[in-house]
C-alpha cells in the first residue's frame, strides 16, 4: 500500500517562503513521475509542477520562477520550494504520481495572509 506525508506547510506573509517535504512509501519511488497538487476552497485541485526520474520539471504558469520541486530518491522524498508566496497560493497541497494517483495523503495546508 503506498502512503504519502506531506510536511512543511503553514502560515507564512506575502512575499515568504515554505518548503514542503512529501515521503513516499511502498513503492518504487525513483520509477516514477511525481508532482505537488493543490486545492483551494471551492476550487478543483490543479497541478503545481511535476519532476521526472530523471530530474526533469515542468511548472504552472502562475508558479514559474517563484517555487522549485526537486526530489531525493535515496530518501523517496519529493520537496517543493516556495518563493515570493502570494495570498493566491493558499491552499492544501498534495504530493502524487502522475495520473493514475496513488491514494491521497492528508495534504498540508498554506496559508498566505499578512
Known amino acids: 500500500q503506498v502512503q504519502l506525508v506531506e510536511s512543511g506547510g503553514g502560515l507564512v506573509q506575502p512575499g515568504g517562503s515554505l518548503r514542503l517535504s512529501c515521503v513516499v512509501s511502498?513503492?518504487?519511488?525513483?520509477?516514477?513521475?511525481v508532482g505537488w497538487y493543490r486545492q483551494a476552497p471551492g476550487k478543483q485541485r490543479e497541478l503545481v509542477a511535476h519532476?521526472?526520474?530523471?530530474?526533469?520539471?515542468n511548472y504552472a504558469d502562475s508558479v514559474k520562477g517563484r517555487f522549485t520541486i526537486s526530489r531525493d530518491n535515496a530518501k523517496n522524498t519529493v520537496y517543493l520550494q516556495m518563493n515570493s508566496l502570494k495570498p493566491e497560493d493558499a491552499a492544501l497541497y498534495y504530493c502524487?504520481?502522475?495520473?493514475?494517483?496513488?491514494?491521497w495523503g492528508q495534504g498540508t495546508q498554506v496559508t498566505v495572509s499578512s
Open positions: 502524487n504520481r502522475n495520473s493514475p494517483f496513488w491514494p
Open positions: 511502498g513503492t518504487f519511488f525513483r520509477g516514477y513521475v
Open positions: 519532476i521526472t526520474s530523471g530530474g526533469s520539471t
